[in-house]
T-cell receptor, first 114, second 112 residues
Framework: ETGVTQSPTHLIKTRGQQVTLRCSSQ?????VSWYQQALGQGPQFIFQ???????GRGNFPPRFSGLQFPNYSSELNVNALELDDSALYLC?????????????FGSGTQLSVL | SQKIEQNSEALNIQEGKTATLTCNYT??????LQWYRQDPGRGPVFLLL?????KEKRKERLKVTFDTTLKQSLFHITASQPADSATYLC???????????FGGGTRLMVKP
């Protein structure tokens, strides 16, 4: 059983560019959530996908968008990058959306915007 | 608005002692509360989940309490070890499934 994997591990972009981050869910998990974690802060919820549909969204602008594929892998896209987008982006998969379902996190993608 | 508070200052304790971390929440009525551990450069790892009708939950050296009247959860590590050094995150939830809102985390340092 493979865990959650994210790619790339590190990325450097310049302001105004676009970026795509990728996530492979843990085997058997149909739900993927994305979080942004600034240095010294807790993870902030961006959005969640369940069976290829956006299931919920946090307080992030529309330039943050996502996709979930039939194999339950997922992408996070960020357009028009800003300096404040520099953070660790975490993907988490779960076997459903219930409040009792724990999240399995990947190691994250460290994004630096210059 | 919903607010989750964890002690932002690092907690330094001696090996063998009990570490107690606090999670306070306001404007919330969570049905569940989850605790995660995060090591530097890694994603959080699930530790324990406690339900609103459970006062206490244990797993090996870990113990979590959940007081819905005080709007507080306490996380205890007994007989702490240097390997327990990490950041611990709490996440009250239930109203929005497992779309969790995390506290800022408390960094625990256990000294030999």
């Amino acid at each position: 059983e493979t865990g959650v994997t994210q790619s790339p591990t590190h990325l450097i972009k310049t302001r105004g560019q676009q970026v795509t981050l990728r996530c492979s869910s843990q085997s058997g998990h149909n739900t993927v959530s994305w979080y942004q974690q600034a240095l010294g802060q807790g993870p902030q919820f961006i959005f969640q996908y369940y069976r290829e549909e956006e299931n919920g969204r946090g307080n992030f602008p529309p330039r943050f968008s996502g996709l979930q594929f039939p194999n339950y892998s997922s992408e996070l896209n960020v357009n028009a990058l800003e300096l404040d987008d520099s953070a660790l982006y975490l993907c988490a998969s779960s076997d459903g959306q219930g409040a009792h379902e724990k999240l399995f996190f990947g190691s994250g993608t460290q994004l630096s915007v210059l | 608005s919903q607010k989750i508070e964890q002690n932002s200052e690092a907690l330094n304790i001696q090996e063998g002692k009990t570490a107690t971390l606090t999670c306070n929440y306001t404007n919330y009525s969570p049905a569940y509360l989850q605790w995660y551990r995060q090591d530097p450069g890694r994603g959080p790892v699930f530790l324990l989940l406690i339900r609103e009708n459970e006062k206490e939950k244990r797993k090996e050296r870990l113990k979590v309490t959940f007081d819905t009247t005080l709007k507080q959860s306490l996380f205890h590590i007994t007989a702490s070890q240097p390997a327990d050094s990490a950041t611990y995150l709490c996440a009250p939830g239930g109203n929005a499934g497992n779309m969790l809102t995390f506290g800022g985390g408390t960094r625990l340092m256990v000294k030999p």
